[in-house]
């Protein structure tokens, strides 16, 4: 079991730069990639970027060269650098963390990113 919570999101201009932190709590297990989805209504989630726990990265072709994802493990927190903010980024989003020895996935509640135009 686990549970994440994110912080970070809100409101910024297009150009403009938000820091989103994910912290995991409560973890039974080892914890392997994380990472972080988004959605937008009436679009397909999105995979934005993950990061295994040897810090190897991967992101997304929409958002390479602008958003940075790191990790502290032994804060169990995930962190995701947006800079350069366009209003396509506008979304929902969500982190993950998976279970290094089952595979399973956890989900924290969302948080609300808006860029304006």
């Known amino acids: 079991q686990a549970q994440l919570v994110e912080s970070g999101g809100g409101l910024v201009q297009a150009g403009g730069s938000l820091r989103l932190s994910c912290a995991a709590s409560?973890?039974?297990?080892?914890?392997?990639?994380m990472g972080w989805y988004r959605h937008t209504p009436g679009k397909q989630r999105e995979l934005v970027a993950t990061?295994?726990?040897?810090?190897?990265?991967n992101y997304s072709a929409s958002v390479k060269g602008r958003f940075t994802v790191s990790r502290d493990n032994a804060k169990n927190t995930v962190y995701l650098q947006m800079n350069s903010l366009k209003p396509d980024d506008t979304a929902v989003y969500y982190c993950y963390a998976r279970s290094w020895t089952t595979g399973v996935d956890f989900w924290g509640q969302g948080t609300q990113v808006t860029v304006s135009s």
């Open positions: 409560g973890t039974t297990f080892i914890i392997g990639v």
């Open positions: 990061i295994t726990d040897d810090d190897s990265t």
